[in-house]
């Protein structure tokens, strides 16, 4: 007899066209419909609280008094939450991200009782392949999803295994028609057979044993009261099928006694049966690159720092970090960060980034400010302290700023040695912008502010001091107007059309035409890019670029400037009037030491309903390129063979090779390679006669969230069709990425490296005596240099370092973006008793030898590992 498992539960969006605070009124309705059902009817056992706490967590903002009936709930397994904070999306989050929303999710659940131990992702608009690695960092054995899958992953079944390269698995049960089949079940036993016996064909069809879930939910629905009456009428119309409420554990629980399941490895960004919404990376590129900035503001800088700062002897603010992942993690729901929503939600979620970005920038300023403060010197001048959050020692130019009444000065080490900058700029600033005291006592003498360049040497994961020095000398520099620029690696022109022409010395191979401008119509959603039919694209080949060019010793700097004109939206595109216009500014610094061209964009729109993406040519004809997911990289074809046949296959969306990164793209050969390092767009696709262009999407333009019959998503509209003029993206915007050349091909190249670097920039403070928020003494004393630890193997990335969450204990976390298996090895500058291989959920689960507080570990292609000590 089939088993048919009728799992009761909601899919709780906190918001998506609606608002976060119209969804807590009806929260608060549907959790004390579900707590009274559970509490007062013994034959009601479970119920599915969607997988994510953020719900219990707006629920007790107005029902504090009810954690304790909650709490009961929970520990009789009744009440089943977890494990994660947020549902979140896969693709454009970053790794650390994913791992802190089933950290705290899970932290947050035990105060409870036990979390639900599977890793539900009902509505996530595609799956990692390094998904069963996360959730097996978490003890976690299970996976529930629904969209991506196909048959030509190896399966046309609904149980399966899931495999990541490093060998970690979970085992799948896939919701084939999603988690809303059992949604508002009818009575009426017409219409109830009607709506099953569509569900059973396809549900029977991908079993692998007797057992099928029937989800007895929707999106914000409230619980089914009437579901004893509906499983009665259903035992009447299936009399070979037993109905009965169950929970997801109890179907997995019969799926291991399969012996014969298949297992499968890869991403699964398959819209055969389901939408994945491949271009809906670039949507709202506002909120996409104010992510991308913010991920790598926490993980990279402040955790790391924090960590110097309570190895020297200061408090690790825990409490003040969560808070700033809680906000961004309330933005990594799958609708929340595409982006497909409505303006008054997307308002709503650029507030939390920038609350999230405050909260970072501040915590950042605090401890380098309280290190500095702490500094052990006579020495009484102002200070200059570098911070290095890499665990190798880092010589590069470092671009700051220097505040002081000085009108010439020197920057001296700890040695007294003399450390040779340059003076970019010279700015006056009011003494009360410093410190409002200073003109309240009638002082309005002006401060100077210098931006300066410097290259040093900073020590690993640490820092270095240099004192501001008085001086009777002038000032000078070598910065020169040039139209070509010679660095240490490139030879670099900019065309008239304000592209760039580079020579590189190394492989001795000529880049043309790069940043060039591609711009087309957009006639789609916030879901999907969809073109004009047989539209004639826009370049900015004839566009007559403003163009300077200077170079000091350190770097070159071009500020290139030109307008693209366009139609103004999709009718004047269909009879090319060109009434609009997009202005491109493109600030890059080029250094000298170093194969980089750092690339700053600022992007005034004056058009609807178009995407800009730039071209970076290689010349290179690859059939895959490489990029960067969670703790590893991908390797993808740049044409999707499901592009021959997905209309005869009447797929849901046309497979376009338009993917995500999270911090790199590359093409390359065994020769050589370029590489495109982002901070803010993390959209790509490959293009060109010969797929040999890396297109970077800059921004797209559209005015609604949901659309129907569009050219590559034919069908019913995604989402709803609601106006959404914001999404238009008028007026300016900023960007930020770097391009990078190397022999070898990218994996070899070690690029995740490099983009980590790109990502983690040495950070500075000026420490004057003035400061308008005052601090005492922190009775600590700190060196004028540290180093916390480095490495001792260059082969595996920094993820990051941080503050054990539950014990006085270190959190080293790095990964092995290649494709050789490696060993990693680290020596910490202090004596430490042990440490131990840990999960990554923070516990323990080997020991390590350690020798000389050296301790070594093998990494496999694509692998996370976390140390504790």
């Known amino acids: 007899m089939k088993k048919v498992h009728i799992v009761p539960h909601m899919h709780w969006d906190r918001e998506w066209y609606f608002s976060t605070e119209e969804s807590r009124i009806l929260l608060v309705n549907n959790m004390e419909e579900i707590l009274e059902m559970l509490e007062t009817n013994p034959d009601y056992p479970y119920y599915v609280l969607d997988g994510q706490t953020s719900i219990l967590e707006d629920y007790f903002a107005v029902k504090p008094e009810n954690k304790e009936r909650v709490k009961k709930l929970v520990q009789a397994g009744k009440l089943i939450i977890g494990p994660w904070y947020t549902q979140t999306d896969e693709m454009v989050v970053g790794g650390e991200s994913i791992v802190r929303n089933l950290l705290y999710g899970i932290k947050d659940s035990e105060e409870f009782g036990s979390p639900m131990m599977i890793g539900y992702l009902p509505d996530s608009f595609g799956q990692s392949s390094q998904m069963p690695q996360i959730l097996n960092g978490f003890d976690i054995k299970y996976s529930i999803f629904w969209r991506g899958t196909s048959e030509r992953h190896g399966t046309d079944k609904t149980e399966f295994y899931w495999e990541s390269d490093d060998g970690s698995k979970v085992l799948v049960q896939l919701f084939p028609l999603g988690y809303a089949?059992?949604?508002?079940?009818?009575?009426?036993?017409?219409?109830?057979?009607?709506?099953?016996?569509?569900?059973?064909?396809?549900?029977?069809?991908?079993?692998?044993?007797?057992?099928?879930?029937?989800?007895?939910?929707?999106?914000?629905?409230?619980?089914?009261?009437?579901?004893?009456?509906?499983?009665?009428k259903l035992h009447k119309l299936y009399p070979d099928r037993e109905f009965f409420l169950s929970k997801y554990e109890n179907v997995f629980t019969e799926l291991e006694k399969n012996q014969s399941l298949p297992t499968l490895q890869g991403e699964f960004l398959d819209g055969k049966y389901m939408r994945v919404h491949r271009s809906i990376y670039s949507t709202r590129m506002d909120i996409k690159a104010a992510n991308t900035r913010i991920e790598n503001k926490i993980t990279n800088i402040l955790e790391p720092l924090a960590t110097i700062a309570y190895s020297l002897g200061f408090e690790y603010h825990h409490g003040l970090i969560e808070l700033i992942w809680k906000e961004i993690m309330k933005n990594h729901a799958h609708d929340s960060i595409g982006c497909c929503c409505s303006d008054k939600v997307h308002r709503e979620i650029m507030n939390r980034f920038f609350l999230a970005e405050e909260k970072t920038n501040q915590l950042i300023e605090y401890y380098k400010r309280k290190i500095t403060d702490s500094i052990d010197t006579d020495r009484k001048e102002d200070r200059l302290t570098a911070f290095n959050l890499l665990?190798?020692?880092?010589?590069?130019?470092?671009?700051?700023?220097?505040?002081?009444?000085?009108?010439?000065?020197?920057?001296?080490?700890?040695?007294?040695?003399?450390?040779?900058?340059?003076?970019?700029e010279k700015e006056e600033l009011d003494p009360g912008l410093i410190d409002r005291q200073i003109v309240h006592y009638g002082n309005y003498d002006p401060f100077y502010q210098y931006r300066i360049q410097l290259k040093d040497s900073i020590p690993a994961l640490g820092y270095k001091t240099y004192f501001v020095a008085s001086t009777e000398n002038k000032m000078t520099h070598t910065l020169v107007e040039k139209e070509t620029i010679e660095t240490d690696y490139y030879k670099v022109s900019v065309n008239p059309n304000g592209t760039?022409?580079?020579?590189?010395?190394?492989?001795?191979?000529?880049?043309?035409?790069?940043?060039?401008?591609?711009?087309?119509?957009?006639?789609?959603?916030?879901?999907?890019?969809?073109?004009?039919?047989?539209?004639?694209?826009?370049?900015?080949?004839?566009?007559?670029?403003?163009?300077?060019?200077?170079?000091?010793?350190?770097?070159?700097?071009?500020?290139?400037?030109?307008?693209?004109?366009?139609?103004?939206?999709?009718?004047?595109?269909?009879?090319?009037?060109?009434?609009?216009?997009?202005?491109?500014?493109?600030?890059?610094?080029?250094?000298?030491?170093?194969?980089?061209?750092?690339?700053?964009?600022?992007?005034?729109?004056?058009?609807?309903?178009?995407?800009?993406?730039?071209?970076?040519?290689?010349?290179?004809?690859?059939?895959?390129?490489?990029?960067?997911?969670?703790?590893?990289?991908?390797?993808?074809?740049?044409?999707?063979?499901?592009m021959d046949y997905w209309k005869e296959e009447d797929w849901d969306e046309r497979p376009d090779s338009i993917y995500p990164m999270l911090s790199f793209v590359g093409l390359s050969d065994k020769e050589h390679g370029i590489s495109v390092l982002t901070n803010s767009t993390r959209e790509f696709e490959i293009v060109g006669e010969n797929d040999d262009s890396i297109a970077i999407t800059l921004f797209r333009s559209v005015g609604v969230l949901g659309k129907e019959e569009m050219l590559r998503r034919p069908g019913r509209p995604s989402g709803i069709k609601l106006p959404t003029p914001d999404s238009q993206m008028l007026g300016k915007m900023e960007l930020s990425f770097a391009i990078t050349t190397h022999k070898g091909s990218t994996t070899a190249a070690n690029i995740g490296r490099i983009a980590k670097e790109y990502t983690t920039p040495i950070q500075t403070y000026n420490k004057i005596p003035h400061n308008a928020m005052k601090l005492n003494p922190s009775g600590v004393k700190t060196p004028l240099s540290f180093s916390f630890l480095q490495e001792t193997s260059n082969t595996s990335v920094l993820s990051?370092?941080?503050?054990?969450?539950?014990?006085?204990?270190?959190?080293?976390?790095?990964?092995?973006?290649t494709e050789a298996e490696s060993q990693a090895s680290y020596i910490v500058n202090r004596s430490i008793d042990h440490a131990q291989e840990g999960n990554l959920n923070e516990s323990a689960v080997a020991p390590l030898k350690l020798d000389n507080n050296q301790f070594y570990l093998p990494i496999k292609q694509n692998q996370v590992k976390t140390v504790l000590f």
Do not use: C
């Open 800 to 817: 990051t370092l941080k503050k054990a969450e539950k014990e006085d204990r270190f959190v080293l976390r790095f990964f092995n973006p």
């Open 181 to 232: 089949i059992g949604k508002y079940l009818p009575e009426d036993e017409e219409k109830l057979q009607e709506r099953i016996d569509k569900y059973f064909s396809v549900l029977d069809r991908g079993a692998t044993t007797e057992n099928i879930i029937l989800p007895n939910g929707h999106d914000q629905m409230p619980i089914q009261k009437n579901i004893f009456t509906i499983i009665e």
């Open 391 to 424: 665990p190798y020692e880092r010589k590069e130019v470092v671009t700051t700023k220097v505040i002081t009444k000085l009108p010439s000065f020197t920057l001296e080490d700890a040695e007294g040695n003399t450390i040779p900058f340059e003076v970019l």
């Open 500 to 642: 760039l022409k580079i020579w590189d010395k190394q492989l001795e191979k000529e880049f043309n035409d790069v940043l060039l401008l591609e711009n087309g119509g957009d006639d789609g959603d916030e879901y999907d890019f969809s073109p004009l039919p047989d539209e004639t694209l826009i370049y900015s080949n004839n566009t007559k670029a403003e163009v300077k060019i200077v170079q000091n010793q350190y770097a070159a700097h071009l500020d290139i400037q030109l307008k693209l004109d366009v139609p103004g939206n999709l009718e004047q595109r269909k009879t090319n009037k060109f009434d609009r216009f997009v202005d491109v500014h493109w600030t890059i610094t080029i250094p000298n030491h170093q194969p980089l061209l750092k690339v700053d964009v600022e992007i005034d729109n004056q058009a609807k309903d178009h995407r800009l993406r730039t071209m970076i040519p290689t010349g290179i004809a690859s059939s895959f390129s490489i990029s960067d997911n969670q703790f590893g990289f991908i390797k993808r074809n740049v044409y999707d063979s499901a």
